[in-house]
């Protein structure tokens, strides 16, 4: 049940650093090349690396001092060997100009993994706020 | 030393979903039959899956859009190949009527947790408050 | 790639503990004997576990229900099989008289982890803030 937990947390670790830390690209590859980003702050579906790195750099650029804690990551369902859905809570904090430090917002990501060449990758997110 | 870990990652994410999002049985089924849940900000302790279905039920009711962010994640001591002590920290997190977001308080959870048919289920729960 | 991740969870779990809980002694034990501590927030490296030790307990006598929250933890690289690189955040959360909590900052941390007689222990750790 917890078989690729533990490499999905790995990913996500790494995600969260790399949109926090400008690395649009490598944000966008752990999406599979025609990954799916929806998240109801955003008016559009993102689609497929190139638009994900996009959407990435935009949201670094934007956001200075910002973080995206990811929490309470578990399997929700084992599709297959190499299909399964991964449900987190996903916090945006963010520390102000006079550093103080804020949590913006409380988001759910639904996220389907699946296996690619052995790798685990988002094949689609979709996220919901409170 | 860490051989349960992850899968008591997956069930206390899965937990925190469970009793977030209103699934009160489910959440209850994170506990043994005969599972305890104690804090001190109840009044008494919460005794099997009945009574905690209806307290998840409660707090669900009582609280919309709030979030139980489990951290800081380990096992304190192995006691058998069956039965481990892990704490944790949960923070309790709510979005208000104006879409700001309160960390409302840090608790710290001691829980002692036993295998059954081959599941690792709370048996015990004692929450601290700072 | 994920190989001494759940070790290093749990460490990180009972690190964050033990800080805050005054086990001062225990939080200097998960470095090195060597071990180092970097951060912007203290004036010169502390390193040693004598030195470290009185390090933690100065913290914990200075700081009352304050938590150490860890949260992102990922393998940033491997560089041996005993030898790694660990990326995380942590959020130093607390709660004041008025019993209201606050995120006081949010770090980043480095981690040079290395094991030693079979054990995964941090030899330098460098924390950056926001």
């Not at 008016?43 to 910002?66: I, K, W």
């Not at 809570?89 to 990501?109: C, E, G, K």
């Amino acid at each position: 049940m917890t078989g690729p937990l533990l490499e999905i947390l790995n990913l996500l670790g790494k995600q969260a650093h790399a949109i926090d830390g400008g690395a649009a690209r490598q944000w966008a590859e752990t999406f599979t090349h025609d990954g799916v980003f929806r998240s109801p702050t955003y008016p559009e579906p993102v689609r497929g690396r190139d638009a994900l790195t996009e959407f990435a750099a935009a949201f670094a650029a934007n956001n200075p001092r910002t973080h995206h804690i990811v929490t309470n990551v578990c399997i929700d369902r084992e599709i297959s060997a190499d299909e399964c859905l991964v449900k987190a809570n996903l916090l945006i904090v963010r520390t102000t100009s006079s550093d103080a430090v804020s949590v913006d917002r409380v988001t759910t990501t639904d996220d389907r993994f699946v296996r690619r060449d052995g790798r685990w990758l988002i094949a689609e997110r979709a996220v919901t706020r409170d």
